[in-house]
């Protein structure tokens, strides 16, 4: 076999029309593409078996590393000090932490304030572990338990403070505690955005007067807080600690000085970038509130460059799809209209469905959530109910086979299924099925 025939071992090399990665620390190399190349044989055979079909990889996964500041230093310990103390879910959960610490230090140059939700579903979790390390890193933290909201928008003034709100379960817990505590709910809302004001009437001739509400925000608590704060929020769901996983204790006296270091050092790097951070607009991998919430811990990553910018819009991406499956696994209304918008689709897209087979349907689905939403299941007031918020109620329909009953046109989920389940079988805005079939509704 001559050499140029000779079997060789397979050599990866960058696919083609593929941007090439740099190698961090080696200029003017490059780490090999994602396909594998498998030398020819004599007989123009493949040596061997084929190499298995990757995933095309995307955009933020071939980004290269960019050129490193201070930044990308003190960003990489404080990543570090924090996973001393405690374990995360994910790698992308402690970007995630690391980022949202750095841009806390940075409010005046956001136009959104993300919330950070640590929640868990019990306790021993590592959730007031998390906010003590945050206590000890973000920029003058507010430390709250149970207090109330004057007391809140009273501590947050024209230079925003970091909230940290612990045990928000006592808050939020239950439906009768998040009534009583709606003006904590509408403050925390409220305060995700620049410029929206609590209005109060202060002293003995009750002048008005405007309250700040604009500030970051970290809240810990078991169970999920209301799904409006969920929503601004970038959402870290704490597990307990597994066989094996270990992690210093946290000792404020001993520990803080360390922590404060490392505080001190990121603010005196963010402190010179206030004005580019205030108009730099980053590519995002989202959209919508999702894209406002990241926005500003992407700016950070860009700022420091490094593998950050990467690192930030991975975690970015996957931490918001992992939200939006747990939103679809949960028995909300958008769960409700996606199962409503198969069930259609399934039976041929009639013009109306009674209640009792949308209810058949639902039930007995073993996946779903619906068979479990009360003793017997999902009834005609509780689909009724939550059908209501996106404006749809029942009615007399007519059958196929003539008779009247009780039951659910399809042209009036139309809208709603646009707007919150698009994916699911699309609907046209002409009221017809994505495949250009005229609308039945």
């Not at 055979?45 to 955009?59: C, K, N, S, V, Y």
């Not at 960003?75 to 994910?90: G, N």
């Not at 409700?336 to 399934?346: E, G, N, Q, V």
Request: with cysteine; proline share 9%; net charge neutral.
């Amino acid at each position: 076999m001559t050499e140029g025939t000779s079997s060789r071992p397979a050599t990866t090399v960058p696919a083609a029309g593929w941007p090439p990665v740099a190698r961090p620390g080696e200029p003017g190399t490059y780490a090999p593409g994602p396909q594998t190349v498998v030398a020819s044989t004599g007989c123009g055979q493949d040596g061997g078996e084929a190499a298995p079909a990757l995933p095309a990889p995307d955009g933020i996964d071939l980004m290269p590393d960019a050129e490193a500041t201070d930044g990308a230093e003190a960003l990489a310990q404080l990543k570090a000090l924090i996973a001393t103390f405690v374990i995360l879910p994910s790698e992308e959960a402690l970007v995630a932490a690391t980022l949202w610490v750095a841009a806390t230090h940075l409010q005046g140059s956001w136009q959104h304030a993300p919330r950070l939700a640590v929640v868990g579903p019990a306790k021993r979790c590592g959730k007031s572990r998390l906010l003590d390390v945050l206590t000890e890193t973000v920029h003058q933290p507010v430390l709250t338990v149970n207090s109330t909201p004057a007391a809140v928008f009273r501590s947050i003034t024209e230079e925003p403070p970091t909230l940290l709100v612990d045990e928000a379960d006592t808050i939020f817990g239950s439906p009768k505690m998040a009534e009583k505590n709606e003006e904590m709910r509408g403050l925390l809302n409220a305060g995700h955005q620049r410029d929206r004001y609590v209005l109060r009437v202060v002293g003995n001739d009750h002048t008005p007067r405007k309250f700040h509400t604009f500030a970051m925000a970290a809240i810990a608590g078991i169970g999920d807080l209301p799904d409006t704060i969920m929503d601004r929020s970038i959402v870290i769901r704490m597990r307990r600690r597994a066989e094996g996983e270990s992690v210093s204790p946290y000792r404020t006296k001993r520990d803080s000085p360390t922590l404060h270091a490392i505080r001190d050092k990121v603010a005196r790097w963010t402190a010179p970038l206030a004005d580019r951070a205030l108009h730099l607009e980053p590519s995002m991998p989202v959209e919508d509130r999702a894209a406002d919430t990241w926005e500003p811990l992407v700016i950070i990553a860009d700022l420091a460059g490094g593998p950050w910018p990467r690192l930030a819009r991975e975690a970015c991406r996957r931490m918001v799809a992992a939200e939006v499956q747990t939103e679809a696994d949960n028995p909300g209304g958008a769960r409700l209209l996606a199962d409503i918008r198969r069930i259609f689709h399934s039976v041929g897209e009639p013009d109306s469905i009674a209640t009792d087979q949308l209810l058949f349907t639902l039930n007995g689905d073993p996946e779903a959530p619906w068979a479990e939403a009360g003793r017997g299941g999902l009834t005609p007031r509780g689909l009724g109910a939550m059908l209501r918020e996106f404006g749809i109620s029942s009615g007399n329909v007519r059958m196929p086979d003539g008779t009247q009953r009780k039951g659910y046109l399809r042209h009036k989920f139309l809208d709603a299924w646009r707007r919150y389940c698009p994916a699911v079988h699309p609907v046209t805005a002409a009221t017809g099925p994505a495949t250009g079939a005229p609308g039945r509704g």
